[in-house]
Protein backbone atom coordinates (compact mmCIF):
# COMPACT_ATOMS: atom_id res chain seq x y z
CA UNK A 1 0.00 0.00 0.00
CA UNK A 2 1.37 3.19 -0.86
CA UNK A 3 1.63 6.20 1.23
CA UNK A 4 1.04 9.69 0.07
CA UNK A 5 1.35 12.43 2.50
CA UNK A 6 0.25 16.13 2.01
CA UNK A 7 2.43 18.83 4.09
CA UNK A 8 1.81 22.11 4.17
CA UNK A 9 4.35 25.31 4.47
CA UNK A 10 3.66 29.16 5.32
CA UNK A 11 5.80 30.93 3.08
CA UNK A 12 8.22 28.09 1.92
CA UNK A 13 8.72 26.92 5.69
CA UNK A 14 6.97 23.86 6.66
CA UNK A 15 4.35 23.77 9.62
CA UNK A 16 4.85 22.02 12.26
CA UNK A 17 2.32 19.58 11.34
CA UNK A 18 4.13 18.95 8.45
CA UNK A 19 6.75 17.00 10.14
CA UNK A 20 3.70 15.44 12.48
CA UNK A 21 1.89 13.84 9.42
CA UNK A 22 5.09 12.62 7.71
CA UNK A 23 5.81 10.78 11.11
CA UNK A 24 2.59 9.91 11.60
CA UNK A 25 2.57 8.17 8.13
CA UNK A 26 6.20 6.21 8.65
CA UNK A 27 4.68 5.11 11.66
CA UNK A 28 2.08 3.17 9.27
CA UNK A 29 4.55 2.86 6.70
CA UNK A 30 6.79 0.33 9.09
CA UNK A 31 4.03 -2.03 10.27
CA UNK A 32 2.87 -2.38 6.36
CA UNK A 33 6.34 -2.68 5.04
CA UNK A 34 5.62 0.69 2.50
CA UNK A 35 7.39 3.89 1.82
CA UNK A 36 5.94 7.42 2.30
CA UNK A 37 6.22 9.89 -0.05
CA UNK A 38 5.57 13.77 0.83
CA UNK A 39 3.82 16.26 -1.66
CA UNK A 40 4.86 19.71 -1.29
CA UNK A 41 2.90 22.50 -3.09
CA UNK A 42 3.99 25.89 -3.72
CA UNK A 43 7.48 27.17 -3.46
CA UNK A 44 9.74 25.55 -1.40
CA UNK A 45 13.33 25.39 -1.21
CA UNK A 46 15.37 22.00 -1.56
CA UNK A 47 17.11 22.67 1.90
CA UNK A 48 13.64 22.80 3.32
CA UNK A 49 11.88 19.71 1.34
CA UNK A 50 14.66 17.69 2.48
CA UNK A 51 14.03 18.35 6.32
CA UNK A 52 10.99 15.91 5.71
CA UNK A 53 13.73 13.20 5.10
CA UNK A 54 14.64 13.53 8.41
CA UNK A 55 11.34 12.35 9.56
CA UNK A 56 10.35 9.46 7.49
CA UNK A 57 9.78 10.61 4.04
CA UNK A 58 11.87 8.96 1.60
CA UNK A 59 10.22 10.60 -1.45
CA UNK A 60 9.10 13.94 -1.37
CA UNK A 61 7.29 15.36 -4.98
CA UNK A 62 7.07 19.16 -5.45
CA UNK A 63 4.67 20.87 -7.04
CA UNK A 64 5.95 24.45 -7.38
CA UNK A 65 3.63 26.63 -9.81
CA UNK A 66 3.49 29.84 -9.38
CA UNK A 67 -0.39 29.94 -9.49
CA UNK A 68 -0.21 27.45 -6.38
CA UNK A 69 1.57 29.92 -4.02
CA UNK A 70 -1.49 30.51 -2.26
CA UNK A 71 -3.78 27.67 -0.96
CA UNK A 72 -6.97 26.93 -3.36
CA UNK A 73 -9.08 24.81 -1.92
CA UNK A 74 -10.22 22.75 -5.24
CA UNK A 75 -7.14 23.61 -7.01
CA UNK A 76 -5.07 21.71 -3.81
CA UNK A 77 -7.30 18.85 -4.03
CA UNK A 78 -6.88 18.41 -7.89
CA UNK A 79 -3.25 18.08 -7.31
CA UNK A 80 -3.30 15.86 -4.50
CA UNK A 81 -5.27 13.21 -6.40
CA UNK A 82 -2.84 14.26 -9.46
CA UNK A 83 0.09 12.98 -7.08
CA UNK A 84 -2.18 9.79 -5.68
CA UNK A 85 -3.17 8.67 -9.34
CA UNK A 86 0.95 8.96 -9.79
CA UNK A 87 2.44 7.24 -7.24
CA UNK A 88 -0.69 5.16 -6.99
CA UNK A 89 -1.12 5.79 -3.39
CA UNK A 90 -4.01 4.22 -1.75
CA UNK A 91 -3.77 6.03 1.69
CA UNK A 92 -3.74 9.86 1.52
CA UNK A 93 -2.27 11.46 5.07
CA UNK A 94 -3.19 15.76 5.64
CA UNK A 95 -3.07 17.79 8.83
CA UNK A 96 -6.64 18.09 9.67
CA UNK A 97 -5.75 21.98 10.02
CA UNK A 98 -7.62 24.94 8.75
CA UNK A 99 -7.24 24.36 5.39
CA UNK A 100 -7.23 20.62 5.74
CA UNK A 101 -10.59 20.67 7.31
CA UNK A 102 -12.01 21.35 4.31
CA UNK A 103 -9.26 19.97 1.86
CA UNK A 104 -9.94 16.54 3.16
CA UNK A 105 -13.62 15.93 2.26
CA UNK A 106 -13.08 16.84 -1.15
CA UNK A 107 -10.20 14.82 -1.74
CA UNK A 108 -11.63 12.21 -0.61
CA UNK A 109 -15.51 13.07 -2.45
CA UNK A 110 -12.95 13.13 -5.47
CA UNK A 111 -11.35 9.84 -5.26
CA UNK A 112 -14.17 7.98 -3.81
CA UNK A 113 -12.08 7.09 -0.80
CA UNK A 114 -13.22 6.84 2.72
CA UNK A 115 -12.56 9.70 5.05
CA UNK A 116 -11.12 9.88 8.54
CA UNK A 117 -10.85 13.43 9.70
CA UNK A 118 -9.86 14.33 13.20
CA UNK A 119 -7.87 10.97 13.82
CA UNK A 120 -6.12 10.95 17.28
CA UNK A 121 -4.71 8.15 17.25
CA UNK A 122 -2.29 5.53 14.63
CA UNK A 123 -4.54 3.18 12.84
CA UNK A 124 -4.67 -0.32 12.80
CA UNK A 125 -5.44 -2.93 10.23
CA UNK A 126 -7.55 -5.88 9.48
CA UNK A 127 -6.84 -6.69 6.20
CA UNK A 128 -7.34 -4.08 3.96
CA UNK A 129 -9.50 -2.49 6.55
CA UNK A 130 -8.46 0.47 8.70
CA UNK A 131 -9.65 1.31 11.73
CA UNK A 132 -9.14 4.69 13.99
CA UNK A 133 -10.06 6.43 16.47
CA UNK A 134 -10.82 10.33 16.05
CA UNK A 135 -12.72 13.10 17.12
CA UNK A 136 -16.66 13.56 17.05
CA UNK A 137 -19.64 15.72 17.27
CA UNK A 138 -17.41 19.01 18.00
CA UNK A 139 -15.05 17.11 20.08
CA UNK A 140 -18.06 16.67 22.15
CA UNK A 141 -17.00 12.50 21.74
CA UNK A 142 -14.37 9.91 20.12
CA UNK A 143 -15.80 7.69 17.66
CA UNK A 144 -13.87 4.66 16.15
CA UNK A 145 -13.87 4.32 12.41
CA UNK A 146 -13.51 2.11 9.80
CA UNK A 147 -12.68 2.61 6.08
CA UNK A 148 -13.62 -0.29 4.16
CA UNK A 149 -13.34 1.66 0.76
CA UNK A 150 -10.06 0.61 -1.26
CA UNK A 151 -8.89 4.48 -0.90
CA UNK A 152 -8.44 5.93 2.32
CA UNK A 153 -7.99 9.75 3.31
CA UNK A 154 -7.23 10.32 6.99
CA UNK A 155 -6.69 13.97 8.34
CA UNK A 156 -4.93 13.56 11.75
CA UNK A 157 -5.12 16.20 14.32
CA UNK A 158 -2.53 18.97 15.05
CA UNK A 159 -0.64 18.16 18.44
CA UNK A 160 -2.41 14.20 18.44
CA UNK A 161 1.04 13.11 16.97
CA UNK A 162 4.76 14.28 17.91
CA UNK A 163 6.81 14.14 15.11
CA UNK A 164 9.88 11.54 15.53
CA UNK A 165 13.46 11.67 13.69
CA UNK A 166 13.87 8.85 11.72
CA UNK A 167 16.94 10.12 9.40
CA UNK A 168 16.35 8.39 6.02
CA UNK A 169 17.73 10.27 2.58
CA UNK A 170 15.17 11.11 0.33
CA UNK A 171 14.89 12.07 -4.00
CA UNK A 172 12.86 14.89 -4.33
CA UNK A 173 11.11 14.90 -8.14
CA UNK A 174 9.18 17.51 -9.55
CA UNK A 175 5.36 16.77 -10.09
CA UNK A 176 4.05 19.14 -13.09
CA UNK A 177 -0.31 18.46 -12.45
CA UNK A 178 -2.32 19.75 -15.51
CA UNK A 179 -5.34 21.61 -13.78
CA UNK A 180 -8.38 22.84 -15.14
CA UNK A 181 -9.47 26.67 -15.46
CA UNK A 182 -12.28 25.47 -12.92
CA UNK A 183 -9.61 24.61 -10.38
CA UNK A 184 -7.92 27.82 -10.80
CA UNK A 185 -11.54 29.84 -10.66
CA UNK A 186 -10.82 31.48 -7.25
CA UNK A 187 -7.66 33.46 -7.13
CA UNK A 188 -6.46 35.08 -4.02
CA UNK A 189 -4.55 38.69 -4.51
CA UNK A 190 -2.95 39.41 -0.80
CA UNK A 191 -3.00 38.25 2.03
CA UNK A 192 -2.39 40.61 4.96
CA UNK A 193 -1.26 38.82 7.95
CA UNK A 194 -3.10 40.20 11.15
CA UNK A 195 -0.72 39.10 13.63
CA UNK A 196 3.14 37.57 14.10
CA UNK A 197 1.67 35.43 16.97
CA UNK A 198 1.85 32.22 17.54
CA UNK A 199 -1.25 30.14 15.30
CA UNK A 200 -3.57 29.21 17.97
CA UNK A 201 -4.94 25.91 16.14
CA UNK A 202 -1.11 24.27 16.00
CA UNK A 203 -0.13 25.94 19.45
CA UNK A 204 1.81 23.54 21.74
CA UNK A 205 1.01 26.14 25.01
CA UNK A 206 -2.58 27.73 24.99
CA UNK A 207 -3.41 30.53 27.30
CA UNK A 208 -6.98 31.13 27.50
CA UNK A 209 -9.02 33.65 29.62
CA UNK A 210 -12.54 33.88 30.05
CA UNK A 211 -14.92 36.25 31.55
CA UNK A 212 -13.64 36.05 34.93
CA UNK A 213 -10.87 38.64 33.78
CA UNK A 214 -13.36 41.54 34.18
CA UNK A 215 -12.66 43.23 31.06
CA UNK A 216 -10.03 43.82 28.34
CA UNK A 217 -8.12 46.28 30.93
CA UNK A 218 -6.52 43.03 32.65
CA UNK A 219 -5.51 41.07 29.33
CA UNK A 220 -1.38 42.09 29.93
CA UNK A 221 -1.57 39.70 32.72
CA UNK A 222 -3.07 36.90 29.94
CA UNK A 223 -0.15 38.19 27.10
CA UNK A 224 2.60 38.33 29.81
CA UNK A 225 1.82 34.36 30.78
CA UNK A 226 1.86 33.39 27.40
CA UNK A 227 5.11 35.34 26.08
CA UNK A 228 7.24 33.90 29.22
CA UNK A 229 5.68 30.33 28.54
CA UNK A 230 6.11 30.97 24.23
CA UNK A 231 2.18 30.36 24.19
CA UNK A 232 -0.75 31.65 21.93
CA UNK A 233 -3.62 33.50 23.55
CA UNK A 234 -7.33 32.67 23.45
CA UNK A 235 -10.20 33.10 25.10
CA UNK A 236 -13.98 32.41 25.69
CA UNK A 237 -16.75 33.07 23.44
CA UNK A 238 -18.69 35.79 25.71
CA UNK A 239 -15.49 37.06 25.70
CA UNK A 240 -14.91 37.79 21.48
CA UNK A 241 -18.35 38.47 21.38
CA UNK A 242 -18.19 41.68 23.62
CA UNK A 243 -14.75 42.70 21.72
CA UNK A 244 -12.40 42.60 24.33
CA UNK A 245 -10.65 39.87 22.40
CA UNK A 246 -10.47 39.13 18.67
CA UNK A 247 -12.68 36.28 17.34
CA UNK A 248 -9.39 34.57 15.92
CA UNK A 249 -9.07 34.12 19.87
CA UNK A 250 -12.57 31.82 20.70
CA UNK A 251 -12.08 28.72 21.36
CA UNK A 252 -14.91 26.19 21.61
CA UNK A 253 -17.82 24.05 19.74
CA UNK A 254 -18.39 27.76 17.69
CA UNK A 255 -14.75 28.83 17.73
CA UNK A 256 -11.35 26.98 17.19
CA UNK A 257 -10.22 23.95 18.56
CA UNK A 258 -7.14 23.15 19.76
CA UNK A 259 -5.32 20.40 21.09
CA UNK A 260 -2.15 21.98 23.13
CA UNK A 261 0.22 19.85 25.32
CA UNK A 262 -0.92 22.64 28.11
CA UNK A 263 -4.20 24.75 28.22
CA UNK A 264 -4.28 27.06 30.66
CA UNK A 265 -7.55 28.50 31.38
CA UNK A 266 -8.09 31.55 33.61
CA UNK A 267 -11.24 32.72 34.87
CA UNK A 268 -13.41 30.50 32.31
CA UNK A 269 -16.73 28.66 34.00
CA UNK A 270 -16.08 25.65 31.75
CA UNK A 271 -19.42 25.37 29.68
CA UNK A 272 -19.99 21.89 27.42
CA UNK A 273 -19.70 24.39 24.68
CA UNK A 274 -15.89 25.50 25.75
CA UNK A 275 -15.19 22.12 27.01
CA UNK A 276 -15.82 21.33 23.10
CA UNK A 277 -13.00 23.10 21.59
CA UNK A 278 -10.17 22.12 24.25
CA UNK A 279 -10.81 19.01 25.54
CA UNK A 280 -8.25 16.88 23.54
CA UNK A 281 -5.46 18.94 25.36
CA UNK A 282 -2.93 16.72 26.99
CA UNK A 283 -2.49 18.90 30.20
CA UNK A 284 -5.08 21.08 31.38
CA UNK A 285 -4.86 24.01 34.25
CA UNK A 286 -7.57 25.89 35.36
CA UNK A 287 -7.46 28.70 37.99
CA UNK A 288 -10.81 29.73 38.80
CA UNK A 289 -12.00 32.10 42.32
CA UNK A 290 -15.08 29.18 42.97
CA UNK A 291 -14.04 25.77 43.58
CA UNK A 292 -17.35 24.60 41.81
CA UNK A 293 -16.89 25.95 39.02
CA UNK A 294 -17.41 23.00 36.08
CA UNK A 295 -13.67 22.79 34.58
CA UNK A 296 -12.47 21.46 37.47
CA UNK A 297 -13.54 18.28 36.70
CA UNK A 298 -11.62 18.08 33.62
CA UNK A 299 -8.36 19.40 35.24
CA UNK A 300 -4.71 18.28 35.44
CA UNK A 301 -4.21 20.48 37.97
CA UNK A 302 -6.43 23.48 39.11
CA UNK A 303 -5.84 26.55 41.13
CA UNK A 304 -8.55 28.46 43.12
CA UNK A 305 -7.97 31.77 43.55
CA UNK A 306 -8.81 35.57 41.91
CA UNK A 307 -6.87 35.14 38.34
CA UNK A 308 -5.66 38.47 38.82
CA UNK A 309 -3.25 37.99 42.15
CA UNK A 310 -2.33 34.71 40.95
CA UNK A 311 -1.53 34.74 37.12
CA UNK A 312 1.21 37.52 37.72
CA UNK A 313 2.78 35.60 40.48
CA UNK A 314 2.52 32.29 38.12
CA UNK A 315 4.54 34.55 35.25
CA UNK A 316 6.85 35.91 37.96
CA UNK A 317 7.97 32.27 39.04
CA UNK A 318 8.68 30.87 35.65
CA UNK A 319 10.45 34.19 34.84
CA UNK A 320 12.78 33.27 37.82
CA UNK A 321 13.49 29.96 36.47
P1 LIG B 1 -18.65 32.74 32.68
O1 LIG B 1 -19.55 31.57 32.48
O2 LIG B 1 -19.27 34.01 33.14
O3 LIG B 1 -17.57 32.28 33.72
C1 LIG B 1 -16.59 33.13 34.29
C2 LIG B 1 -15.80 32.30 35.28
O4 LIG B 1 -14.79 33.12 35.84
C3 LIG B 1 -16.61 31.75 36.44
O5 LIG B 1 -16.37 30.34 36.58
C4 LIG B 1 -16.09 32.51 37.67
O6 LIG B 1 -16.06 31.71 38.85
C5 LIG B 1 -14.69 32.84 37.22
N1 LIG B 1 -14.16 34.06 37.85
C6 LIG B 1 -14.78 35.24 38.07
N2 LIG B 1 -13.93 36.13 38.61
C7 LIG B 1 -12.73 35.49 38.75
C8 LIG B 1 -11.47 35.86 39.23
N3 LIG B 1 -11.23 37.11 39.70
N4 LIG B 1 -10.48 34.95 39.23
C9 LIG B 1 -10.69 33.69 38.75
N5 LIG B 1 -11.87 33.28 38.26
C10 LIG B 1 -12.88 34.17 38.25
N6 LIG B 1 -18.48 29.39 24.79
C11 LIG B 1 -17.19 29.25 24.43
O7 LIG B 1 -16.28 29.60 25.19
N7 LIG B 1 -16.88 28.75 23.20
C12 LIG B 1 -17.83 28.36 22.30
O8 LIG B 1 -17.47 27.91 21.19
C13 LIG B 1 -19.19 28.50 22.66
N8 LIG B 1 -20.18 28.12 21.81
C14 LIG B 1 -21.47 28.19 22.20
C15 LIG B 1 -22.49 27.72 21.38
C16 LIG B 1 -23.80 27.76 21.79
C17 LIG B 1 -24.87 27.26 20.86
C18 LIG B 1 -24.13 28.29 23.05
C19 LIG B 1 -25.56 28.34 23.53
C20 LIG B 1 -23.14 28.77 23.88
C21 LIG B 1 -21.82 28.75 23.48
N9 LIG B 1 -20.79 29.20 24.32
C22 LIG B 1 -19.48 29.04 23.94
C23 LIG B 1 -21.06 29.91 25.59
C24 LIG B 1 -20.93 28.98 26.79
O9 LIG B 1 -22.15 28.30 27.02
C25 LIG B 1 -20.59 29.80 28.06
O10 LIG B 1 -21.58 30.77 28.25
C26 LIG B 1 -19.23 30.47 27.98
O11 LIG B 1 -18.23 29.54 27.64
C27 LIG B 1 -18.91 31.10 29.33
O12 LIG B 1 -17.75 31.90 29.20
P2 LIG B 1 -16.87 32.22 30.48
O13 LIG B 1 -16.50 30.96 31.14
O14 LIG B 1 -15.79 33.14 30.03
O15 LIG B 1 -17.85 33.10 31.38
Redesign the pocket.
Known sequence: MAILVYVENIEGKFKKSAFEVVSYAKAIANEQGTDVTALSIGNVADEELNKLAGFGASKILKVDQDQLNQFINKAYAAVIAAAAASEQADLIILSNSFSGKGLAPRLAAKLEAGLADGAMELPTFSGSDLQVKKTAFSNKAFATEVITATKKVIAVNPNSHEPVRDEASATIETLTPSLDAADLNIVIKDIVRATDKISLPEAEIVVS??????GPENWAIIEELAEVLGAATA?????SDAGWRPHSE??????IVVSPNLYIA?????????L??VSSSKTIVV????PE???FKVADYGIV??????VPKLTAAIQAH
Open positions: AGRGLKCSKPVHVGQTGIGISGAIQHAGINKDAPFGDALEI
